[in-house]
């Protein structure tokens, strides 16, 4: 099993063509001397594209896995999921009164955090029961494909963006009525006063480039950071240049 140096996830694509290949090879027998160096597209590195979170990079570098760390992996992802499973459609809160809602949507445990005038999905990749509060550890490498809603961004008008299809699926017509008729506060507000918010708990944010299923506990130590203001800019950016290369 091959799968993405940046998230786990076995589901990619190759992006680059044998067919040009085949072509550059054919157009280099046309000019001088080309027929010594018409073997040089075949030799260029084929690249990959990860259908989760949009990682594009040469095929080289995806991980190969041997039967035992496939195994190990599917247990460590089961493992997660069984955490999360008791959260799974609840909304939780941290200390700022910030609202997210713990879904499970097209294979990935996602966190929809409730901006001003967007609702953003991050990939839920640790949950840590043991902690006081609970806390969640979230990537915000994400393709387009796991939006809930027409636009990712923060600072766009809210009367231009629409929950998509998806969307409808995992957020009840009462939550995104809401949403639409109401800014943030008050949204985290009905959320207390619907008596929906399960938990309190800490999010914490972690580099992209940190492999953490694969690398267990130990992989979060360190290098990640609190949900603060300054992180979800930070975030903010990210996400734009995943996308850019998606
Ligand atoms: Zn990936």
Redesign the pocket.
């Known amino acids: 099993m091959k799968?993405?140096?940046?998230?786990?996830?076995d589901?990619?694509e190759r992006t680059s063509s044998t067919g040009l290949r085949v072509v550059g090879c054919i157009v280099l027998l046309f000019i001088p001397y080309g027929f010594f160096i018409c073997w040089v597209p075949f030799v260029l590195p084929h690249k990959f594209l990860?259908?989760?979170?949009?990682?594009h990079g040469k095929e080289e570098e995806l991980l190969n896995l041997d039967w035992r760390e496939s195994e190990e992996l599917k247990g460590q992802h089961r493992e997660l999921h069984e955490k999360l499973q008791p959260v799974k459609d609840m909304w939780v809160q941290d200390t700022k009164q910030n609202s997210y809602k713990v879904i499970h949507g097209k294979g990935q445990y996602l966190l929809l955090k409730v901006l001003e005038n967007n609702i953003v999905p991050y990939r839920i990749v640790g949950y840590d029961k043991d902690t006081d509060p609970k806390r969640i550890m979230i990537k915000d490498?994400l393709v387009e494909n796991f939006n809930v809603t027409s636009s990712i961004s923060k600072i766009i008008d809210k009367s231009n963006v629409q929950v998509n299809d998806f969307g409808k699926t995992i957020l009840l017509d009462e939550e995104v009525t809401k949403f639409f008729s109401c800014n943030v506060e008050e949204f985290s507000q009905w959320l207390n006063e619907q008596a929906k918010v399960a938990l309190l708990i800490d999010i914490e944010v972690l580099p992209n480039t940190e492999r953490t299923i694969i690398e267990g506990k130990n992989g979060y130590s360190n290098k990640s950071t609190l949900f603060t203001n300054e992180n979800e800019e930070e975030a903010s950016d990210s996400k734009k240049y995943n996308d850019f290369h998606v």
């Open positions: 799968i993405c140096p940046q998230c786990t996830s589901s990619h990860c259908n989760v979170c949009g990682y490498n």
